[in-house]
Each structure stands twice: as C-alpha cells, then as structure tokens.
C-alpha cells in the first residue's frame, strides 16, 4: 500500500511551477474565492489545500488496498495540492462558467457579527419568517431586513454577504444576552465564535461487522467499480461524499423528492440543471421518491436491498421517524454500509441547533471564511469512512461537519503570507477555466467540472 507521503505531490496536473500552499491557493481560485467578502484575493487562515490533499491521499491509499483485494490489479494512487484546491472550488468553478444569462455581483462584506460587548457571533436560517422576526426584535429596520435576505440566504453560493449597515450597527448596539434569547424566542440558529479549538472528536467513526458480500465483480479498474451506493442527502457535505464515491468508481443512484430536489434549479443553469449542483451530483443517476409516505420508504428499502452503501445527510431523529435506521436497511440487506454525515454528530445532544458550515466554523473556531470550508472537507471526510468500511467490511459510518472543523484545526498550520508568490494570483475563475496550463484538471460540458482528484496506476 502506499503512504500518504508518497501519494502527495504539489502541482500534480497542472502544468505551473507551484512551490506550496500558498502558490496554490493564490493560482487555483482560493485566494479569489475566500476574498471576495474582502473585496480582494486573500489567503486562508489556515493551510487547507494541504489538509484536503493528505485527506483525499489516505482516501486514495485506503481505496488501493480494498481494490487488489478484489482481484483489481491497481499498484498505488497519487493526488496532489492543486487538484484539492480545484476541488474546493469547483461549485464556485461551475458557476463561473455557466452559458445563461444568470449574472453575480460579489460585494464585500459578511458575518460574524459583533454585540455591544464585542462578542463575535454567527446566526443560521433558511426561513425568511425568522429572519424577519429576529432583526425586527432586535429593532432593524423593514427596509434593511428585507435587503439583508438575499445576500444572507445566498452566502453558500456566492462567497460573500453584503448586509445593509444598518443590520450590524443594531446589532452592535444589543447585549449579547439579548440577542441569544431573541435568537431562540424567533427560532435563529446562534452560536458565539470560539478561539480555534481541537476537541479531539475522530473524524469519522467506523463499526460493525458485515458479511463480505461487497465483493463485486469489478467492471473497470477503479476501487469501487461494481458497487453501488444510495445517496439520500442534500446541499453539499453528503452530496460531496457521494461524488467522490463516484470518482472512485461506484455506480451512485441519488434519491431526491418529488419534482427534484430544489437547489437543481438554482441559477447559474448550466444545460438542464444548475451549474453548482452538477458540480457535485453530474454522472448520478436520480430517482424522486416521497419519504414521508409508507410507499415511498418502501421503494428506498427496495433499492436498498441491492446497494453495498447508503448514505444519508438527514436532521437528528429523521431515521427513526421513517423506520430507515442502519437495523432497518440491514434486515433487506444484510452487510450494507450504512452511514450519516451529519451537522454537529452526538456531541451537541439530541436537539442540535442547525448544522451547517458557517455556525460549525464559528463553534469550533475554525479560522472564518464564506467559503463553504467545512461542507467540502466534511464530505472528503465522509467518503473516507465509507472507504474505510467497504476496506474492513464494516456497517456503519458516522461523521459530522463538527468532526471535520476538528480535524481541520488539528492539521491547521497557518500559511507563512510573508512569502513571494510564483504564479499569478487568480482573480477570475472563468479565466482560470481557458488557461490551457489547467487542462489536464478540468473539463467543459456546459460548463466546466473538475476531473478526478486522483490517478491510479496499474
């Protein structure tokens, strides 16, 4: 098997002289991404393209080990610096090279916000209603809540979240106390920023014992070739997994609701669905079943019954509800690997707040950034797992964007800024796109994708 050491390299298919991390973030859109709340390309406060690298190397090593003992004569996997960061931009890369009319302005700005006593906050919606409820308590204006939503509701998309001033200055005139309980009076999602922190939480855990029956007859020489996973997840962290499971050669059949799940149709379109979406879920096949009936979960129990993994993103208590636990799937299939990539895992209890990434960053204290940091490494850390399992014929899969933020700060070294760059630094993903130096990491169909971040050798 080969070693993560081996497996990593800087620049890999992308034919500039990068020298490191921050070479790479400054020539493959994260320096851009990350700075457009600042108005400016800005480094991360931490070395992430190094991190997702020696993540996707283990994914890579693991994925070695399970193929040749299914007969799959591949010898190592490699990836590189570069190709972690194309990554972690590709839905931000598949926007920005949409054919429709779809146009974005990325003005700076964005949270955290601050209270009278200087305490740094970050607060979570998807709901208009509460939004409304909880600056209105707060004192806002009508005029400044109604402008604040759409910049706020499309911060996972567009990197940057330009808020009417007004918003922060009322904000900065309240206690901290009050603000926490108008947030749970209206129903926000509040968590105060932390001083970065390690909690020594496992990136993922791994248990069970399956029966062996994962041993397919592999149909082309990728580790996961012949298996099929069922994908039940939304926006990015499960979906994320269910990509890379994909790359790696798994047949993934996606589970969506009926009329499709909603972020397809978000705009930049790029042929018949979203840019971003495709970015992570082109290459699935899709099927739409209702889950809150007895038919429907029915139908995903039958499809079930011929998948070696499920994977789900749903809220704490969902599984129960619907009678879709790792019991349940186990008793049509016996030996799947069931696994749950959740917000905040079992350490936040029973009744999470709201998971996603932006109040993930903020509880765990990783260094801020509207870039969606803790969504993407937390579905690499995901598909790890599930790696790891299929490798161990083991049954059950948990992870968290919690856990992820963790392993984040455990790797965090911060990028040394002071250092002079070797490529140009990247202000325009569309540009990034044409540079023919990106070729061999990139392909166009309707708009332009990431390849897979590893190269197998046989």
């Known amino acids: 098997m080969i070693t993560t050491l081996d497996a990593v390299t800087v620049a890999g298919p992308v034919d500039l002289p990068l020298a490191g991390e921050l070479d790479v973030q400054a020539a493959c859109g994260i320096m851009h991404v990350h700075g457009r709340r600042y108005g400016e390309p800005t480094p991360l406060g931490l070395d992430y393209a190094s991190i997702l690298a020696a993540e996707l190397a283990a994914i890579g090593g693991v994925a070695v080990t399970f193929a040749r003992d299914r007969g799959i004569p591949l010898r190592g996997a490699s990836t590189s610096l570069a190709q972690a960061a194309l990554l972690a931009v590709s839905q931000y890369l598949a926007a920005a090279t949409a054919e429709d009319d779809h146009q974005e302005t990325w003005l700076p700005g964005g949270p955290p916000f601050h209270s009278a006593e200087r305490v740094a906050f970050e607060i979570e919606t998807f709901d208009p209603a509460v939004w409304q409820r909880f600056w209105s308590t707060l004192g806002a204006d009508r005029e400044a809540i109604a402008r604040g939503w759409q910049p706020f509701s499309a911060r996972f998309a567009t990197a940057t979240c330009p808020l009417p001033s007004r918003l922060p200055d009322v ?148 599984a129960e509800q619907w009678s879709l636990t790792a019991y349940d799937l186990a008793r049509v299939r016996p030996g799947i690997v069931y696994a749950h990539a959740s917000g905040w895992g079992d350490e936040l209890g029973p009744n999470p707040p ?72 990247c202000d325009d993903l569309a540009v990034l796109a044409e540079d023919p130096r990106f070729s061999r990491a990139l392909v166009r169909d309707e708009c332009v994708f990431v390849t897979s971040p590893w190269e197998f050798r046989s």
Request: charged share 20%; proline share 7%.
């Open 171 to 318: 904000a900065a005139r309240a206690p901290i106390r009050w603000i926490e309980r108008t947030a749970t009076d209206s129903g926000m999602t509040l968590v105060r920023v932390a001083i970065r922190r390690h909690d020594g939480i496992p990136a993922f855990t791994v248990s069970g014992e399956g029966r062996g029956h994962r041993m397919a007859r592999p149909v082309e020489f990728l580790p996961l070739s012949g298996l099929t996973v069922l994908e039940s997840c939304r926006r990015v962290q499960g979906p994320m997994a269910g990509h890379l499971l994909r790359l790696l050669g798994a047949t993934v059949l996606r589970v969506e609701p009926p009329g499709g799940e909603p972020l397809r149709w978000v705009p930049p379109i790029a042929g018949a669905a979203s840019a971003r979406f495709r970015a992570l879920n082109d290459g699935k096949e899709s099927i739409e079943i209702d889950l809150n009936t007895v038919g429907g979960r029915r139908h995903l129990l039958e499809l079930a019954s011929g998948a070696d993994v499920f994977l789900h993103n749903w809220a704490p208590g969902k």
């Open 354 to 425: 709201l998971g996603t990434d932006f109040v993930v960053q903020a509880h765990a204290g990783v260094p801020p950034s509207l870039m969606t940091l803790v969504d993407v490494f937390g579905g690499v850390v995901s598909a790890h797992g599930i790696v790891r399992a299929l490798s161990r014929r083991a049954t059950k899969v948990t992870s968290s964007l919690l856990s992820a933020a963790s392993r984040l700060n455990a790797s965090a070294v911060r990028p040394r800024c002071g250092q002079p760059l070797r490529a140009p630094v």
